[in-house]
């Protein structure tokens, strides 16, 4: 028994297409499927001109699952794959992604029955991969189980409903645990395990305390094949009950496997009613399968002949869209004019704020601590305090730090030597420095804005690590594709809940002045780690 999975509509449904759908869902009709048809092509063809994608997503699934149950795999294929490449050009969502699910279960149903058994269950495992609910994943896992089944892989297909079985603790729907249940017992019935017999009698009891009659008849078949070699009275009972209910729910395809299961277990007189219902299903089935072809070419006919107006309408659109095009053109120069000056003023202020950093860095280096370097001198001649002398150094490294960390920088010509002096000043006895693959970086290509807020960031990084994370070992990684830079910071320091202070704020802000990304994260324990795109 396969289960398709249902999508929620994609906007309110009018009471058409619930109509409609459900004459896809359930046909009792040879001109219910081909309706449906004309239905849903037209609501296609509307949702195109007016560009609402999900409805058009919508008609595309109830498309393909008209060609499926009318026989064309490959227009239900192509419907269906329609769908995903537009469902590719939407947002992430709640709702997308069980429509994902349904579109990747409808392709797996339509592969099974195409005996495409690998594609199939790859298709299930796309589904399953985004399965955010119990109910979704047993669905999943028993559609799986099913494919393996039909090629008598039981012990395969034991493994994917045992999956489900695992889950059915969590299953809230009970009509999904008692399907369940049923055919992990014929699956160890026919691997000859024990048990069987108790989960489908449960899943019977289960099936018939819920009153559902169509859920009856999979329990009722399964229980006559358990039977078949060891009690043939009872086989036939099991057998003779399937059949009672098929003519209940007036299933034709339950009315017709019934009966070639009866038909297998004697000779009796329902040989000939087995035998004049299938020649009935076989012509219904091809007058639905015909009917569905000439309604197609005359869907077909009509969008020729709209194609052709839409030609002679475009013909004499020409004119005005050359106009059109003449301006966007004229539109797009002065565009690109103003994003290239804008671009050369944020050049000319980054370069400002790098040549104000570099004359405070020398102040601060020539006033500042040369003054308190003197000071020191004076005081090492006389019996002042030690303490003093402590502080005054602090003092002194501090102001040497903060002018080394903002200096002028020469960065056009060895820069990877430059930078790797860098990272290597910061390795110490308690402290490994890893770098990876930085002289196969083509610096030459680089500006040197970018060069020089890059050094930056990486010196914030490093003072970081050596203040805050007691790391032992750090690894800075460099890969080049064209142009761009990925650097990949990792130490496997305390880490912290990430929280951005000055020092980080200011190596987010100079990467994002260059136009690049900066990705911090970090964990209690687990280190730290930034990873910058230049």
Same mark, same amino acid.
């Given at each position: 028994?396969?289960?398709?999975?249902?999508?929620?509509?994609?906007?309110?449904?009018? =009471?058409?297409?619930?109509?409609?759908?459900?004459?896809? +869902?359930?046909?009792?009709?040879?001109?219910?499927?081909?309706?449906? %048809?004309? !239905?849903?092509?037209?609501?296609?063809?509307?949702?195109?001109?007016?560009?609402?994608? *999900?409805?058009? *997503? !919508?008609?595309?699934?109830?498309?393909?699952?008209?060609?499926?149950?009318?026989?064309?795999? !490959?227009?239900?294929?192509?419907?269906?794959?329609?769908?995903?490449?537009?469902?590719?050009?939407?947002?992430?969502?709640?709702?997308?992604?069980?429509?994902?699910?349904?579109?990747?279960?409808?392709?797996?149903?339509?592969?099974?029955?195409?005996?495409?058994?690998?594609?199939?269950?790859?298709?299930?495992?796309?589904?399953?991969?985004?399965?955010?609910?119990?109910?979704?994943?047993?669905?999943?896992?028993?559609?799986? $189980?099913?494919?393996?089944? =039909?090629?008598?892989?039981?012990?395969?297909?034991?493994?994917?409903?045992?999956?489900? !079985?695992?889950?059915?603790?969590?299953?809230?729907?009970?009509?999904?645990?008692?399907?369940?249940?049923?055919?992990?017992?014929?699956?160890?019935?026919?691997?000859?395990?024990?048990?069987?017999?108790?989960? *489908?009698?449960?899943?019977?009891?289960?099936?018939?305390?819920?009153?559902?009659?169509?859920?009856?008849?999979?329990? %009722?078949?399964?229980?006559?094949? %358990?039977?078949?070699?060891?009690?043939?009275?009872?086989?036939?009972? %099991?057998?003779?009950?399937?059949?009672?209910?098929?003519?209940?729910?007036?299933?034709?395809?339950?009315?017709?496997?019934?009966?070639?299961?009866?038909?297998? *277990?004697? $000779?009796?007189?329902?040989?000939?009613?087995?035998?004049?219902?299938?020649?009935?299903?076989?012509?219904?089935?091809?007058?639905?399968?015909?009917?569905?072809?000439?309604?197609?070419?005359?869907?077909?006919?009509?969008?020729?002949?709209?194609?052709?107006?839409?030609?002679?309408?475009?013909?004499?659109?020409?004119?005005?869209?050359?106009?059109?095009?003449?301006?966007?053109?004229?539109?797009?120069?002065?565009?690109?004019?103003?994003?290239?000056?804008?671009?050369?003023?944020?050049?000319?202020?980054?370069?400002?704020?790098?040549?104000?950093?570099?004359?405070?860095?020398?102040?601060?280096?020539?006033?500042?601590?040369?003054?308190?370097?003197?000071?020191?001198?004076?005081?090492?001649?006389?019996?002042?305090?030690?303490?003093?002398?402590? =502080?005054?150094?602090?003092?002194?490294?501090?102001?040497?730090?903060? $002018?080394?960390?903002? $200096?002028?920088?020469?960065?056009?010509?060895?820069?990877?030597?430059?930078?790797?002096?860098?990272?290597?000043?910061?390795?110490?006895? +308690?402290?490994?420095?890893?770098?990876?693959?930085?002289?196969?970086?083509?610096?030459?290509?680089?500006?040197?804005?970018?060069?020089?807020?890059?050094?930056?960031?990486?010196?914030?990084?490093?003072?970081?690590?050596?203040?805050?994370?007691?790391?032992?070992?750090?690894?800075?990684?460099?890969?080049?594709?064209?142009?761009?830079?990925?650097?990949?910071?990792?130490?496997?320091?305390?880490?912290?809940?990430?929280?951005?202070?000055?020092?980080?704020?200011?190596?987010?802000?100079?990467?994002?002045?260059?136009?690049?990304?900066?990705?911090?994260?970090?964990?209690?324990?687990?280190?730290?780690?930034?990873?910058?795109?230049?």
């Amino acid at each position: 028994m396969v289960f398709t999975m249902t999508i929620l509509h994609a906007q309110t449904p009018t =009471d058409s297409v619930v109509y409609y759908e459900n004459l896809v +869902t359930h046909p009792q009709d040879v001109n219910h499927l081909p309706k449906a %048809y004309v !239905f849903f092509n037209t609501q296609k063809e509307q949702a195109e001109q007016q560009q609402d994608t *999900m409805s058009q *997503m !919508f008609s595309l699934f109830q498309l393909a699952r008209i060609a499926y149950k009318s026989g064309s795999y !490959f227009d239900s294929e192509s419907a269906a794959v329609d769908a995903l490449k537009l469902l590719d050009t939407q947002e992430e969502n709640e709702y997308n992604r069980h429509f994902r699910k349904s579109l990747y279960t409808q392709l797996g149903i339509l592969y099974r029955e195409q005996n495409n058994n690998a594609k199939a269950i790859d298709l299930y495992h796309k589904a399953l991969a985004i399965a955010n609910t119990t109910r979704d994943s047993t669905v999943i896992y028993n559609n799986i $189980s099913n494919i393996h089944k =039909d090629a008598d892989d039981y012990s395969n297909a034991k493994s994917a409903i045992s999956a489900a !079985f695992q889950l059915l603790p969590r299953l809230k729907d009970s009509l999904m645990y008692a399907l369940v249940l049923d055919n992990m017992g014929f699956l160890k019935f026919k691997l000859q395990e024990p048990d069987a017999l108790e989960l *489908m009698l449960q899943a019977l009891d289960l099936r018939t305390q819920l009153n559902n009659k169509a859920a009856l008849y999979p329990s %009722y078949k399964n229980l006559a094949l %358990y039977y078949a070699e060891s009690d043939k009275v009872q086989s036939k009972h %099991y057998a003779l009950k399937a059949y009672e209910v098929a003519k209940a729910i007036n299933s034709a395809s339950y009315k017709e496997d019934a009966l070639a299961l009866l038909v297998s *277990m004697s $000779s009796d007189p329902y040989s000939l009613e087995y035998k004049t219902l299938n020649d009935s299903l076989t012509a219904a089935n091809t007058l639905r399968q015909n009917k569905f072809a000439l309604m197609k070419y005359d869907v077909s006919e009509k969008e020729r002949q709209a194609q052709a107006s839409v030609l002679q309408s475009q013909q004499e659109k020409s004119k005005r869209q050359l106009f059109q095009i003449i301006a966007l053109a004229i539109a797009l120069i002065s565009v690109l004019l103003y994003l290239a000056l804008k671009a050369k003023h944020k050049k000319d202020k980054l370069q400002q704020v790098y040549h104000t950093e570099s004359r405070i860095s020398k102040k601060v280096h020539d006033e500042v601590a040369n003054e308190v370097y003197h000071v020191i001198t004076k005081i090492q001649g006389t019996a002042k305090s030690d303490e003093v002398l402590d =502080d005054l150094e602090q003092i002194y490294n501090k102001t040497r730090d903060i $002018s080394k960390e903002h $200096s002028a920088l020469d960065v056009t010509d060895k820069f990877s030597e430059l930078l790797n002096d860098l990272l290597l000043s910061y390795k110490t006895d +308690t402290t490994t420095i890893i770098t990876k693959n930085l002289s196969k970086i083509h610096w030459e290509q680089i500006p040197d804005l970018k060069k020089t807020a890059l050094y930056r960031v990486l010196q914030e990084l490093m003072t970081n690590m050596r203040k805050h994370s007691k790391a032992k070992v750090v690894l800075v990684s460099f890969e080049q594709s064209n142009k761009n830079i990925h650097i990949l910071y990792k130490d496997n320091g305390i880490g912290s809940q990430l929280q951005k202070g000055n020092g980080l704020t200011n190596a987010e802000n100079r990467i994002k002045s260059i136009n690049g990304t900066i990705i911090f994260e970090s964990e209690v324990n687990n280190g730290f780690k930034v990873k910058i795109n230049i």
